[in-house]
């Protein structure tokens, strides 16, 4: 079975961020769309088409991700993507989640994330979630939207809505009190 292009209009997403006391950041990205022909439809009904539409998808995020530049206490780093999940809650809504993971060197005290990507205009609303654990606390948090960190300074929510400008320059500092670890997730 032979499918055309799917024909994608973005709705949204969501990402969630949890940074690990062994130096690994997992995210978690979900991106939500409207597909009027019924194609991801047709891709979960063939485990072939499936299959091929993942490593699709799979390489499609790796290009995008690689076009950013990220640095973590001033070393360059990059995301590691996995296979991506893709769900159809309605016929016509495709969910498509990617599961990403980067590993850095953590040290004691403050650690500082930096991303660089294009500037731009957003397409759609998105909100992002950073997760730090209890030996960790954000301190200081640059990016485009509506910033917002809890009051114990573990969770920084960032909304954008559509149509807004997005810098191209994200940070968050914190502080990490963690015990080092060097095991993996």
Request: aromatic content about 14%.
């Amino acid at each position: 079975m032979e499918l055309s292009e799917p024909e994608l209009t973005p709705i949204g997403s969501i990402g969630f961020f949890t940074v690990y006391p062994n130096g690994e950041i997992f995210q978690a990205v979900e991106y939500r769309y409207y597909e009027k022909k019924g194609y991801y439809r047709g891709v979960l009904e063939s485990r072939e088409l499936l299959e091929r539409e993942k490593k699709i998808l799979r390489r499609g995020m790796e290009n995008i991700l690689s076009e950013e530049r990220v640095l973590i206490n001033g070393q360059e780093v990059s995301w590691r993507v996995f296979e991506p999940d893709i769900l159809l809650p309605d016929y016509q809504y495709p969910v498509i989640v990617f599961h990403i993971s980067m590993p850095f060197s953590i040290m004691k005290g403050r650690n500082i994330y930096e991303e660089y990507y294009e500037e731009a205009i957003a397409e759609y609303s998105y909100t992002a979630y950073w997760y730090f654990p209890r030996c960790m606390q954000a301190l200081n948090v640059e990016a485009s939207g509506q910033v917002r960190v809890s009051d114990n300074n573990r969770l920084v929510v960032i909304k954008v809505s559509k149509g807004d400008h997005i810098e191209g320059y994200e940070s968050l500092l914190f502080e990490n009190k963690c015990r080092l670890c060097l095991t993996s997730v």
